[in-house]
């Protein structure tokens, strides 16, 4: 449409590398997320293959969109990233089977599912080191469900100042999307709008052999990329 409308008048048209994009699913009801969810990264953890999906959440003020800078915060010194595969609902969904699951996803997008390690495992909660301003980033496009044939099986990437640091596949998942919604609608309904992000691969920093960790600092890149779904890029910057 915005081409017809141009015609020969270019002013129309945005340059994308231009624009400010925020968050593409903006005012979630839920946002679920699935713990230890790649078998290689419940490895390079020492954790156990999880009988279930381990599930917890995080809240909007973490939301921001591709090309923002993201804090860190004060309080932590332990910043992670973690690439993932984000379900966005757009059927209301409850006791759903696996079967019919992905009949209720809308589509899927990139985020970033930044993590405080000290804070994370301060206690046996995940919130704090989950939910610090600006630690999902997500986008930068939210994809249709009709343009991803298989959800579990794609490329996915993380990228910091250019060197690769995750690279696997969602093939790896140990409870693949479907399964995933399946499970959560048992519990509670999901409605239009809730995402779900579902889990990591390996490659965080907090696997690497504790002399090798090295943590997200002022001035570092980082580029989740999924197969079909776009680069998400953000800055990490020192809190003010």
């Avoid at 156990?48 to 010194?77: C, Q, S, W």
């Avoid at 690769?164 to 509670?188: A, G, K, P």
Wanted: proline share 5%.
């Amino acid at each position: 449409q915005a081409l017809d409308m141009a015609g020969e008048d270019c002013s129309y048209l945005l340059v994308e590398a231009k624009l400010t994009l925020g968050p593409c699913v903006t005012h979630p009801n839920k946002i679920i997320c699935v713990g230890l969810n790649y078998r290689k990264h419940a490895v390079e953890t020492n954790a156990a293959i999880p009988e279930f999906p381990i599930l917890f959440n995080k809240f909007n003020n973490t939301l921001t969109g591709h090309g923002d800078d993201i804090p860190l915060p004060r309080v932590t010194k332990k910043v992670d990233y973690e690439a993932e595969l984000v379900i966005v609902i757009g059927k209301s969904a409850k006791y759903v089977t696996k079967e019919d699951a992905l009949i209720h996803v809308f589509g899927y997008c990139n985020v970033n599912d930044l993590s405080a390690r000290d804070l994370q495992l301060k206690t046996q909660q995940w919130l704090l080191g989950k939910s610090c301003d600006k630690f999902s980033p997500l986008g930068p496009y939210l994809v249709t469900a009709d343009e991803i044939e298989n959800p579990n099986d794609l490329e996915i990437k993380c990228t910091v100042n250019g060197e690769i640091r995750q690279h696997s596949n969602t093939s790896d998942m140990i409870f693949q999307c479907d399964e995933i919604v399946s499970y959560i609608s048992q519990h509670l309904t999901l409605v239009p709008g809730d995402i779900i992000l579902t889990g990591t691969p390996e490659g965080v920093v907090l696997g690497y052999p504790v002399d090798q960790q090295i943590y997200l600092k002022d001035g570092d890149i980082v580029t989740i990329e999924i197969e079909k779904l776009g680069k998400l890029t953000n800055r990490l910057v020192k809190e003010d």
